[in-house]
């Protein structure tokens, strides 16, 4: 069974910056697309970055490009998101998360897990 555990997230102020993990514990990490989720009070969950199994393609939204970079450490069984040049609008708990199906890259048609760890809150104030 797959358990994903987020940490890093915290208080920044706007211009600041973060960095986020995410641990999975589960075999076969190599194998599977990943991604980062953030929810925003009173707002559906949203895409903000995703990684391909191989490592060498992603995918990020319009609101975070440039801003935001995801990257993944198979070694270690984690995934990782810098985040820069932090904005109010980037205030939101965030999530990672893993493609259902493995050896696969469908970039934002990808098919996520249902389960979501506990997540990790990124506070940016203005």
């Known amino acids: 069974q797959v358990q994903l555990v987020e940490s890093g997230g915290g208080l920044v102020q706007a211009g600041g910056s973060l960095r986020l993990s995410c641990v999975a514990s589960e075999h076969s990490f190599n194998n599977y697309a990943r991604a980062w989720f953030r929810q925003a009070p009173g707002k559906e969950r949203e895409l903000v970055a995703a990684?391909?199994?191989?490592?060498?393609?992603?995918i990020y939204s319009d609101s975070v490009k440039g801003r935001f970079t995801i990257s993944r450490d198979n070694a270690n069984n984690a995934i990782y998101l810098q985040m820069n040049n932090l904005k109010d609008e980037d205030t939101a708990v965030y999530y990672c998360?893993?493609?259902?199906?493995?050896?696969?890259?469908?970039?934002?048609?990808?098919?996520?897990?249902?389960?979501w760890g506990q997540g990790t809150q990124v506070t940016v104030s203005s």
């Open positions: 990684i391909s199994w191989t490592g060498n393609s992603t």
């Open positions: 998360n893993r493609d259902r199906y493995a050896f696969r890259w469908i970039a934002s048609k990808t098919l996520w897990l249902d389960y």
